[in-house]
């Protein structure tokens, strides 16, 4: 039979039209699976995320409830260390200049020199005699014609007088004043006035003072029975009263 070019060149764009269909197919198959295969599987994605905030919901309650994801921990008591107790107490110092100490001819550990001196009635006495039974204490003072030295005396005579004097005489310690220089009769007058009740001598010519120091009063000294120097202070102001008690206390053994 003989072939027509017309039906040759029909069948030639029939079998070209087939072949371009079936590349278009395949590149829009390829296009799917490309597609199918970058797009994230939301399921998968949803049940991750899920996962995730239930493992953070998880570390959070960890941290808010610790019991609930360790062990209980027991409490750790550790000793406490014991206590270092206080130094005891200790006689105070004489912290004096140089030029007051120069004034003093006895200082601590010293014995306090005796003396004649007048009593009251106008007799003489012993100071060593008037010591207390175990400790004394010596206030020295002038007025010396001034009105704030006679205040301060007075005020001292009765700090020492209810103090030292009426509370510690049954511990066996006595205060004794010592007027220096002035009239007996005028001191005797101002020590009734003030109702002064400790036992008083007088220096009139200072002859005894003369023995402890070359100036300066008001001066008080603690002495043992044996009229050794303890503790001294060549003033008496409220850091002398404080460190006068405190001596007291260290020499009878209290804390």
């Known amino acids: 039979m003989a072939w027509n070019p017309l039906r040759i060149l029909g069948i030639l764009l029939t079998f070209g039209s087939i072949t371009l269909l079936l590349g278009c197919q395949e590149s829009t198959q390829a296009d799917k699976s490309k597609s ?6 939301t399921k998968s994605v949803t049940q991750s995320t899920v996962a995730e905030s239930e493992t953070t919901l998880v570390k959070s309650d960890d941290k808010e409830n610790p019991s609930t994801s360790r062990k209980e921990e027991k409490p750790v008591f550790k000793r406490s260390k014991p206590k270092t107790p206080p130094p005891p107490p200790t006689i105070p110092n004489v912290g004096l200049s140089d030029s ?12 306090m020199p005796d003396g004649e ?7 003489k006495v012993s100071l060593e005699s008037q010591y207390g039974e175990k400790y004394t204490v010596l206030f020295l ?20 007088q209810n103090d030292v004097a009426e509370p510690y005489a049954v511990k066996g310690i006595k205060v004794i004043g010592i007027n220096e220089g002035d009239k007996p009769r005028s001191v005797q007058q101002e020590l009734g006035r003030i109702g002064i009740k400790l036992p008083c001598f007088f220096d ?7 023995k402890l120091a070359k100036s300066i009063l008001p001066r008080v000294y603690l002495l ?3 009229g050794k120097i303890i503790w001294f202070d060549t003033e008496y102001t409220q850091s002398t009263r404080r460190n006068l008690m405190l001596a007291i206390q260290v020499v009878l053994g209290k804390k």
């Not at 199918?36 to 599987?41: A, I, W």
């Not at 001196?117 to 007799?123: E, I, P, S, V, Y």
């Not at 009139?204 to 003369?210: I, L, R």
């Open 204 to 210: 009139p010519n200072s002859a005894f003072f003369a």
């Open 141 to 160: 003072w002038s007025e010396g014609g001034s009105n704030y030295a006679r205040l301060a005396a007075d005020s001292a005579l009765g700090d020492l």
């Open 36 to 41: 199918s295969t970058s797009r994230p599987d």
């Open 224 to 226: 043992d029975a044996s």
């Open 100 to 111: 007051l100490r120069a004034t003093c001819l006895v200082n601590v550990g010293d014995i």
């Open 117 to 123: 001196l007048l009593a009251a009635d106008g007799g």
